[in-house]
């Protein structure tokens, strides 16, 4: 069973070697510190594992089997902030092989590829609490000789380094606090945000994998290809964080795909359909699948507000237990069914394609033409299509013909607001207004959408309760609820529309 722990510490590197070795300065004049508490040295043995070309140490991850300590076993560390020196870290325990638990928080980067030790590091820790009123810990120092060792035996190198890391819970400035009694002793901060990024590079293991800074985008296709490279990224770099079922992940990988998808519609005159319709038909399937959980997140989160909202004394029979076992039995299966799609090969064949897209992105003549004339003309092609579906739904009767037009409409808004999104690195300020109005109605028509959805749940757990013999009253009081929250939006929609109608974009 693998457990998190969020990491947040600082490294130094130790002045330049001489006859003595690194020694700690009193860190009994940092204020909050009563006690220094030494707890003596310890021997580990770590084995760091990547790929051949590294594409976890390009993305800034590790993952290690390391032996002594309190902590042996295997560790991956997942940025958070590195420039705050905040990591996750997810251990398991001590095994020969790498634990399934963690090889499936990095499948989007290894794919289909082997994970093998790429650098030994050997490291002396001599290891120091700080406390501080009533003994409580606020941080943990340790000074670390070390030597990494490259698996071949070729090439090793050596350093000390002081790592200041804050207790759980602790204040973040207090590391601030540290940091001027060890620069005053010498100590600089490292170079190197890890020991194995380090290790890498002394001993010429490093592969020639760092990202690169990609060119200023200058024509109309520079810019839907960055776009279109950020969402990949954000598909990739989310992939962890929903198998870790982090709030809201489900969401943001679905919004990545649905913009993926919209800028292939948006940007068809300027990039080869003949590649991108096999992707979105690929990407309308992953957000399919994925929309099985965040949809039952979505709507137990609403039914859940409502139930609260709700007057005790109207709350008859057992409606929260019963809105208990309608959203755990959704839970557990969509649950299960999330992971098994980003285990499957037909989720790792999208991510390649997508690389190969944008490693030969099949862009056609009309991509180099002025970024802001091309995407400020596409954008609005989106909010003329969303003006006639807006139009549609305003000229029907309220019922489910008007509920269909106002969903279409919904998903027009959305991509009338990723295109104006899309289009701020080229026009700025004016294309941020766009997408504003743009949200506004996207988020009006969802609302919408929302309550459709609910009435529909609501219908159904009003039969279970009613099966059970329990009173249905309550869920006929919240489906009445949502029947009049849709009403307000169908008559809050004209406004709303009348200032999206007058957004406007130029190249000037």
């Not at 020694?23 to 040295?41: F, N, S």
């Not at 980067?109 to 002396?124: A, G, K, Y």
């Not at 299960?336 to 997508?354: N, S």
């Given at each position: 069973?693998?457990?998190?722990?969020?990491?947040?510490?600082?490294?130094?590197?130790?002045?330049?070697?001489?006859?003595?070795?690194?020694?700690?300065?009193?860190?009994?004049?940092?204020?909050?510190?009563?006690?220094?508490?030494?707890?003596?040295?310890?021997?580990?043995?770590?084995?760091?594992?990547?790929?051949?070309?590294?594409?976890?140490?390009?993305?800034?991850?590790?993952?290690?089997?390391?032996?002594?300590?309190?902590?042996?076993?295997?560790?991956?560390?997942?940025?958070?902030?590195?420039?705050?020196?905040?990591?996750?870290?997810?251990?398991?325990?001590?095994?020969?092989?790498?634990?399934?638990?963690?090889?499936?928080?990095?499948?989007?980067?290894?794919?289909?590829?082997?994970?093998?030790?790429?650098?030994?590091?050997?490291?002396?820790?001599?290891?120091?609490?700080?406390?501080?009123?009533?003994?409580?810990?606020?941080?943990?120092?340790?000074?670390?000789?070390?030597?990494?060792?490259?698996?071949?035996?070729?090439?090793?190198?050596?350093?000390?380094?002081?790592?200041?890391?804050?207790?759980?819970?602790?204040?973040?400035?207090?590391?601030?606090?540290?940091?001027?009694?060890?620069?005053?002793?010498?100590?600089?901060?490292?170079?190197?945000?890890?020991?194995?990024?380090?290790?890498?590079?002394?001993?010429g293991v490093r592969a020639d994998r760092?990202?690169?800074?990609?060119?200023?985008?200058?024509?109309?296709?520079?810019?839907?290809?960055?776009?279109?490279?950020?969402?990949?990224?954000?598909?990739?770099?989310?992939?962890?964080?929903?198998?870790?079922?982090?709030?809201?992940?489900?969401?943001?990988?679905?919004?990545?795909?649905?913009?993926?998808?919209?800028?292939?519609?948006?940007?068809?005159?300027?990039?080869?359909?003949?590649?991108?319709?096999?992707?979105?038909?690929?990407?309308?399937?992953?957000?399919?699948?994925?929309?099985?959980?965040?949809?039952?997140?979505?709507?137990?989160?609403?039914?859940?507000?409502?139930?609260?909202?709700?007057?005790?004394?109207?709350?008859?029979?057992?409606?929260?237990?019963?809105?208990?076992?309608?959203?755990?039995?959704?839970?557990?299966?969509?649950?299960?069914?999330?992971?098994?799609?980003?285990?499957?090969?037909?989720?790792?064949?999208?991510?390649?394609?997508?690389?190969?897209?944008?490693?030969?992105?099949?862009?056609?003549?009309?991509?180099?033409?002025?970024?802001?004339?091309?995407?400020?003309?596409?954008?609005?092609?989106?909010?003329?299509?969303?003006?006639?579906?807006?139009?549609?739904?305003?000229?029907?009767?309220?019922?489910?013909?008007?509920?269909?037009?106002?969903?279409?409409?919904?998903?027009?808004?959305?991509?009338?607001?990723?295109?104006?999104?899309?289009?701020?690195?080229?026009?700025?300020?004016?294309?941020?207004?766009?997408?504003?109005?743009?949200?506004?109605?996207?988020?009006?028509?969802?609302?919408?959408?929302?309550?459709?959805?609910?009435?529909?749940?609501?219908?159904?757990?009003?039969?279970?309760?009613?099966?059970?013999?329990?009173?249905?009253?309550?869920?006929?009081?919240?489906?009445?609820?949502?029947q009049a929250a849709a009403a307000d939006?169908?008559?809050?929609?004209?406004?709303?529309?009348?200032?999206?109608?007058?957004?406007?974009?130029?190249?000037?």
């Amino acid at each position: 069973m693998a457990e998190t722990k969020r990491e947040i510490e600082r490294k130094y590197d130790a002045p330049s070697p001489t006859d003595t070795p690194f020694r700690l300065p009193d860190l009994h004049k940092v204020p909050g510190v009563e006690e220094i508490i030494a707890k003596g040295v310890v021997e580990l043995d770590a084995v760091y594992y990547d790929t051949a070309d590294q594409r976890l140490a390009a993305d800034n991850i590790t993952l290690r089997r390391r032996t002594g300590g309190d902590d042996a076993g295997w560790h991956l560390k997942l940025p958070v902030s590195l420039s705050e020196g905040i990591r996750d870290e997810i251990r398991a325990p001590l095994s020969d092989d790498i634990p399934r638990s963690l090889a499936g928080l990095v499948r989007s980067r290894v794919r289909d590829d082997r994970l093998t030790p790429v650098i030994r590091l050997l490291s002396s820790r001599d290891v120091s609490h700080l406390t501080g009123a009533g003994g409580t810990l606020l941080a943990e120092v340790s000074v670390d000789a070390v030597r990494a060792e490259r698996p071949d035996g070729r090439a090793a190198t050596t350093w000390t380094e002081i790592e200041v890391e804050l207790a759980d819970d602790g204040d973040p400035a207090f590391l601030g606090k540290v940091e001027k009694r060890l620069r005053k002793a010498g100590a600089d901060r490292s170079a190197s945000h890890s020991k194995l990024a380090r290790a890498l590079e002394e001993t010429g293991v490093r592969a020639d994998r760092d990202k690169q800074t990609a060119p200023e985008p200058r024509t109309a296709g520079d810019h839907v290809i960055a776009h279109l490279r950020a969402q990949r990224d954000a598909l990739v770099e989310l992939d962890p964080a929903v198998r870790r079922d982090l709030p809201d992940s489900v969401h943001q990988m679905r919004v990545a795909a649905r913009r993926t998808r919209s800028a292939f519609k948006t940007y068809k005159k300027l990039l080869d359909p003949a590649v991108t319709e096999p992707l979105a038909e690929e990407l309308k399937w992953l957000g399919t699948e994925l929309g099985i959980d965040r949809d039952r997140e979505v709507l137990t989160e609403r039914l859940t507000a409502r139930i609260d909202a709700v007057p005790r004394t109207l709350l008859l029979g057992p409606v929260r237990g019963r809105l208990r076992i309608w959203a755990v039995a959704r839970r557990q299966g969509s649950r299960r069914h999330t992971v098994a799609v980003l285990d499957g090969k037909r989720y790792l064949a999208l991510l390649d394609a997508l690389d190969a897209f944008l490693a030969a992105p099949p862009l056609t003549a009309k991509a180099d033409g002025p970024a802001a004339e091309v995407l400020a003309k596409a954008a609005l092609k989106d909010h003329a299509r969303l003006a006639t579906r807006v139009e549609h739904a305003l000229s029907l009767p309220p019922g489910t013909d008007r509920d269909v037009a106002m969903h279409e409409a919904r998903k027009a808004a959305k991509r009338a607001r990723y295109a104006g999104e899309a289009a701020v690195p080229a026009l700025g300020k004016q294309a941020k207004k766009f997408a504003k109005r743009m949200k506004k109605v996207q988020s009006l028509l969802g609302d919408h959408q929302d309550s459709v959805v609910a009435r529909e749940a609501l219908r159904h757990i009003a039969i279970q309760a009613h099966a059970a013999g329990e009173t249905a009253f309550t869920w006929g009081l919240l489906y009445g609820q949502e029947q009049a929250a849709a009403a307000d939006r169908e008559r809050e929609l004209p406004g709303v529309w009348e200032s999206a109608a007058e957004a406007g974009l130029s190249a000037g």
